[in-house]
């Protein structure tokens, strides 16, 4: 009887399947894909080249809101970035996509790439969303965003008209300064602060476009480099110059001299010289292109805290 009952039980064991043979949870083999769908997303949208923007639309936080209505403005507002900047790059990805050669500038020209129809709809879809319910200001420069994207990167695809494509990109990138908006109302003096993002961020514009001016011409676009040559270095010194003067109104007045000094000697004088080197090659454009920036986001910084100290 008992060899009975061992039997069974032995039996029974070898019916059961090991635990370590079990198959593995469904979450475990989906995080990978998951995270692999994510990584092609960001990718696709390229992200790596707009990161830094998405703190922009904490320029409008508004302190004297109550907390809560604040930061959930200031969240919608990263939030509209994000979902313009996707659908603006993947937009001009796909415009450029029989014209770039570069697969880690435009993902699009890598063979097998495909669906970014349907991340455009829903970026749009969402763009509108984030739109709906936002205050008057915010909704009007997500919309502007919107159209602006198209009429650069598609049709009538100011990207290639000299001058009005730089400034079509600048403006772009100026009214998502608008996207943290929690009510109707501006903080005082916050144009001075628009004027100077918008500013420097044209002569940064310039500087991109003098470090893609070999891909640019291949590709037939006619740039504001491509057209005027070392003439537009005048221009990025009047943007220079605007952002002097923008940011004379900002800091108090026994900063103003040592300031406005500062801010011409380097975007108004030093970068625009720079650019107008006659044997400046589109790496070095490049490369300058990103230590203008970093000097714009610490002049910008400093700007800031001045007017927010002074609200």
Request: proline share 6%; charged share 15%; with cysteine.
């Amino acid at each position: 009887m008992i060899g009975a009952v061992e039997k069974r039980r032995l039996h029974s064991a070898s019916a059961c399947p090991d635990a370590s043979h079990e198959p593995p949870p469904v979450a475990v083999s989906v995080r990978p894909a998951l995270r692999r769908t994510i990584r092609d997303l960001l990718r696709l949208y390229r992200v790596r080249d707009w990161i830094h923007m998405l703190p922009v639309p904490l320029a409008t936080f508004d302190l004297y809101a109550p907390r809560g209505r604040a930061w959930l403005a200031a969240g919608r507002g990263v939030a509209s970035a994000f979902v313009i900047l996707a659908f603006g790059f993947l937009l001009n990805s796909v415009s450029d996509r029989q014209v770039d050669r570069d697969g880690r500038k435009n993902p699009l020209i890598i063979a097998g790439a495909a669906g970014y129809q349907y991340s455009l709809a829903v970026l749009l879809v969402l763009s509108l969303a984030l739109a709906a319910v936002s205050p008057v200001p915010a909704r009007l420069a997500i919309l502007s965003c919107l159209v602006l994207g198209v009429v650069y990167s598609i049709g009538p695809r100011l990207k290639s008209v000299p001058v009005a494509g730089s400034l079509t990109n600048a403006a772009g990138f100026t009214l998502m300064l608008f996207f943290g908006m929690s009510s109707a109302t501006l903080p005082v003096g916050f144009g001075y602060v628009a004027l100077v993002y918008a500013t420097l961020l044209l002569q940064n514009q310039l500087m991109h476009e003098a470090g893609d001016q070999l891909e640019d011409r291949a590709s037939g676009i006619r740039t504001t480099w491509l057209t005027l040559g070392p003439r537009w270095t005048l221009m990025a010194a009047f943007a220079g110059l605007g952002a002097t003067i923008a940011a004379a109104h900002i800091v108090p007045r026994a900063a103003v001299v040592p300031v406005v000094a500062i801010a011409s000697m380097i975007f108004v004088v030093a970068f625009p010289l720079l650019l107008s080197w006659p044997r400046l090659k589109t790496r070095e454009a490049a490369r300058l292109r990103v230590i203008q920036r970093w000097w714009a986001v610490v002049f910008g910084a400093a700007l800031y805290a001045a007017w927010r100290m002074g609200a």
